[in-house]
C-alpha cells in the first residue's frame, strides 16, 4: 500500500491494549508504519507502547471506550489533527460474554456487547469515511469471527453481533463503492488471546496470535471482501452453515457454554 501524501502510512487500531490488537499493532509497526493505538486503558497501553522501544513519531495512543459514541469519535478525531487521515482503520475492538436470555442481567450484557462489537465499529469507522472519500483511498477493516456463520447456545449476544458485523461492512462495502475506499471483513477463528484462554471448551485450529496477524495483514493489504483465518476453520464454517438444523441443534447438545459475566451459583446451569 502506497503511503498517503508521501510520508509513512498510518493504521488506526481500537482494542489494542491486547491480544490480537496489540498483534495487529506489533505486525504494522514491523511492517515499517506508524499506529495510531486506541484502547480504554490508556495508560496501560501506553506503558506498553513504551516498552517496545518504536521511534519517537511512529506512534500515538488515543483513550476511548468504543461503546460510548462520542468518546471514540473524538479519538477518531484527535488522530486526523496530530497524525494525518489513516490509510488502514482496524476496528479490532470487541467483548464476548456468555448469556442466559432468562436472566434481566444478561440483557444488559447483550446491550452492551452490541454498544462494542456494532455501534462501536461504526462509531470507529465514521470519522474517516468522509476524509477517507476525499482522498480516494482508504481501508476500514471490520474484525468479526466464525461465530457469526451460525449461532451457538450461550453465545446469543456474540454470535448475533458479529453475524451484524458482516452485514454492516457488506452495507458500508456497496455504499463506498467506486469511492476508492475498501471494506475488508476478517473473521478470525480461534486464536490464543487471554479472551479465548477464558472458553471452557474445545477450539480446534488454534493460532497464535502473531500468525493471526500476519496473515490479517496480508489480506487486508490485499484488499480482500472477507478472509476466515485459519483457512481451516473456513471450511468448518461452511460446512456448518450448509448443516440441516437438526443436525447443527444435535450436534451442539451438551456443548460447553461460554462464561457468564453475572452467574447465579443457586441456579444449575443447563448442559
Not at 463506498?176 to 476478517?186: D, K, N, T
Not at 468448518?236 to 451442539?252: E, I, K, Q, S, T
Request: charged share 20%; hydrophobic share 45%; proline share 6%.
Amino acid at each position: 500500500m502506497t503511503p498517503a501524501h508521501g510520508c509513512r502510512a498510518l493504521a488506526f487500531i481500537t482494542g489494542a491494549s491486547s491480544g490480537i490488537g496489540q498483534a495487529l499493532a506489533l505486525r504494522y509497526v514491523a511492517a515499517g508504519w506508524r499506529v495510531a493505538l486506541v484502547a480504554r486503558r490508556q495508560a496501560e497501553l501506553t506503558a506498553w507502547a513504551t516498552a517496545q522501544g518504536w521511534p519517537a513519531g511512529r506512534w500515538q495512543v488515543y483513550g476511548a471506550d468504543v461503546a460510548v459514541i462520542d468518546a471514540i469519535v473524538a479519538a477518531g478525531q484527535a488522530c486526523i489533527a496530530a497524525q494525518g487521515v489513516p490509510d488502514v482503520v482496524i476496528a479490532n475492538a470487541g467483548i464476548s460474554v456468555g448469556m442466559d436470555t432468562a436472566e434481566r442481567d444478561d440483557i444488559d450484557v447483550m446491550a452492551r456487547t452490541f454498544a462494542v462489537n456494532n455501534t462501536g465499529m461504526a462509531a470507529t469507522f465514521h470519522p474517516f469515511v468522509e476524509p477517507m472519500r476525499r482522498r480516494g483511498s482508504g481501508t476500514l477493516v471490520g474484525i468479526a469471527s466464525v461465530a457469526a456463520i451460525r449461532g451457538l447456545p450461550g453465545h446469543g449476544a456474540y454470535c448475533a453481533s458479529k453475524a451484524g458485523v458482516v452485514s454492516y461492512c457488506e452495507s458500508l462495502r456497496g455504499e463506498l463503492r467506486g469511492s476508492g475506499v475498501r471494506v475488508v471483513i476478517i473473521g478470525p477463528g480461534y486464536i490464543d488471546t487471554p479472551l479465548t484462554r477464558q472458553n471452557r471448551y474445545a477450539m480446534p485450529f488454534l493460532m497464535p496470535a502473531e500468525v493471526f496477524a500476519d496473515r490479517a495483514y496480508r489480506a487486508i493489504e490485499r484488499g480482500v471482501s472477507y478472509r476466515v483465518i485459519p483457512w481451516q476453520m473456513a471450511v468448518v464454517a461452511r460446512l456448518l452453515r450448509v448443516l440441516p438444523n437438526a443436525l447443527f441443534d444435535r450436534l451442539l447438545a451438551g456443548r460447553p457454554r461460554k462464561a457468564r459475566q453475572h452467574p447465579h451459583p443457586e441456579r444449575r446451569r443447563r448442559p
